[in-house]
């Protein structure tokens, strides 16, 4: 924690003994050596247990495992979040050669380990995540029907225990379709997000109508809303919570203020809880470089159980 607060260009350097360059905090704590061989030793499963690759019950996550079922049980049973929740992914930076490495030239670190997060709106808080295993890996979340895609099991996987509690869920473009929409609201589960315009069961009718900027067009059928806006180009939005409505926004570094849908307003709003805590992260890295993919993960998935410490720290000593 404290060599994400204090930056320096290896970890010997925070050993040194220079007047100009020395922390005492980490020669005090323990000896470079025994830091480093810890690093070195640090595992968290029997590889001799794991199971051959061939194997049915193989796990490509056998070696952090363990470390994925504690915080994940944590997480969940330390905080209750708001009423509006996200789902979005993060991409942990790694380099190196492994089977699922990700490529996202939208994110910060282009190449990495994507890990898949449900996160409240409003602080950041990591309720619940799942690291990606690879395309070709089974995603079969319990009570989930069949029909769904990765896109819906997963969000499905992440949500299931906050399913029946009234929570509003807000989504990118990767996850929303109707069938997930539809399914969510029978569970009490209502939802917020952006969709591609060729989407099954997108109307193809909104899809056809020609909009200047700032006009709107709706359609609904039942309890599921679709909606087209015009900004600079189109925008597709599906939702089971909001109206047609709209409403006047300011627009920064203009001064007379425009309509915008109230759903997409809210979703604007809403979305960028796995962002906030990717944000308030970013300051504090300490991840170094390393061949073993499973301890940077580790390291990773400890400065999320920090952050979310900090958040329940904040929440229990509001002044």
Not at 10 to 32: A, D, E, G, L, N
Not at 184 to 190: E, R, S, V
Not at 305 to 315: D, E, M, P, R, S
Request: glycine content about 6%; charged content about 25%.
């Amino acid at each position: 924690m404290l060599m994400g607060i204090i930056k320096k260009p290896s970890i010997r350097s925070y050993w040194s003994s220079s007047p100009i360059c020395s922390t005492p905090i980490h020669p005090h704590s323990m000896s470079r050596r025994r830091y480093e061989n810890i690093l070195r030793f640090m595992h968290f499963s029997d590889n001799s247990l794991c199971p051959p690759r061939e194997h049915p019950q193989f796990d490509r996550l056998y070696k952090i495992r363990p470390l994925i079922t504690h915080f994940a049980a944590r997480f969940a049973e330390a905080y209750t979040p708001g009423r509006n929740i996200c789902v979005h992914e993060s991409l942990m930076k790694y380099k190196g050669r492994l089977g699922f490495k990700q490529y996202i030239p939208s994110k910060r670190s282009t190449y990495g380990v994507k890990v898949y997060k449900l996160c409240d709106s409003e602080s950041g808080y990591t309720q619940a995540f799942r690291v990606y295993e690879g395309k070709d890996s089974s995603l079969d979340p319990p009570g989930c029907p069949e029909h769904m895609g990765t896109s819906g099991k997963i969000v499905w996987d992440l949500l299931f225990p906050l399913m029946n509690k009234g929570y509003h869920l807000y989504v990118d473009n990767f996850y929303t379709s109707v069938p997930l929409f539809k399914l969510l609201y029978c569970f009490d589960t209502a939802a917020c997000g952006t969709v591609r315009k060729n989407r099954v069961g997108f109307p193809a009718q909104l899809v056809r109508t020609r909009l200047k900027r700032g006009e709107t067009s709706a359609l609904r059928q039942e309890e599921l809303l679709a909606v087209k806006y015009r900004d600079k180009k189109d925008v597709y939005l599906l939702s089971t919570i909001h109206t047609e409505r709209s409403v006047e926004v300011s627009v920064r570094g203009r001064a007379e203020r425009i309509r915008k849908p109230v759903c997409i307003k809210a979703y604007n709003r809403h979305m960028g809880g796995v962002d906030l805590a990717d944000q308030l992260l970013q300051p504090y890295q300490i991840m170094r470089k390393s061949r073993a993919w499973y301890k940077k993960v580790a390291i990773y998935l400890m400065q999320i159980a920090t952050h979310n410490a900090f958040l329940l720290c904040k929440k229990a000593n509001p002044g």
